[in-house]
Every structure is written in C-alpha cells, then in structure tokens.
C-alpha cells in the first residue's frame, strides 16, 4: 500500500474538477446552466477518476479500489475545505454549508469511489466470493 501515491491521486483528482469548473464557468453557453455544467463534471469524473486509478495501480500496488477512491476523495474534501470554498465559494456569497449541502457534491464523491472500485476490480479481477 502506497498512501503518498493515493493522496497524490486525491490531489490530481481535486485539480482536474477545480479547472473543469474553471472553464465551464467561463464558457459563454455553459455558464448560465448549472444543470449542463453538473452533467458535463459528472461524465469527466469518472475519466479523472479512472486515469488517477490507473496511475496508482501501475506498480501492482493492492489497496482496494474502495480504499483508493475513499482516500482520493478525502483529500479532495480537504483542499475544497482549506482553498476552493474560502478563496471561490464564499467570495461569491456562499458558504461552508451551502458548498458542503449540495447535492452534487456527494454525487461526483459517490462516481470517484464507484469509478476506482470498477477500474480496480477489472484490473485485478477480483471475484465476489474472494472479497468476503
């Protein structure tokens, strides 16, 4: 188990949804549609999350696919705490609360764990009966 490798993992995860809101933002269609801008995070998170699996588990490292993606998104949970909701989100007008209730949030948290768990059970191809 390498843990250096998997918070370095949450940390390329937390930048490519940061800048993808960064541009999606800023795009002149996109900006005034939360809806488009929420599909659009979703379906690229699970590339994000599958790219970031990959470079993990390229040495043979066997932590589970569950731990990866819970660790990923923990770290990613950190930096939305100490950066993005103090120096975007509540400049803006919102706050810890509104950031942390919103639904999307726990979906693209929920698509990290499910997306790592997929990739790292194909790669190892692990059967139900030797999980238990």
């Not at 998170?45 to 470079?55: L, Q």
Request: glycine share 4%; charged share 10%.
């Amino acid at each position: 188990m390498n843990y250096l490798k998997a918070i370095l993992c949450g940390v390329l995860l937390w930048i490519c949804v940061a800048v993808t809101f960064f541009i999606l933002e800023h795009t002149p269609i996109i900006k005034d549609s939360v809806s488009i801008q929420t599909i659009i995070t979703c379906v690229l998170i699970v590339f994000y999350a599958a790219i970031a699996a990959s470079f993990y588990y390229k040495k043979q490292n066997t932590l589970s696919g569950i731990s990866l993606g819970v660790i990923m998104s923990l770290k990613a949970l950190i930096f939305d705490i100490l950066l993005f909701v103090p120096l975007v989100e509540i400049p803006k007008g919102n706050t810890y609360q509104d950031f942390f209730t919103n639904p999307l949030l726990w979906v693209l948290i929920l698509l990290n764990i499910t997306t790592v768990y997929c990739y790292w059970k194909k790669r190892f191809k692990i059967s139900a009966a030797q999980l238990k």
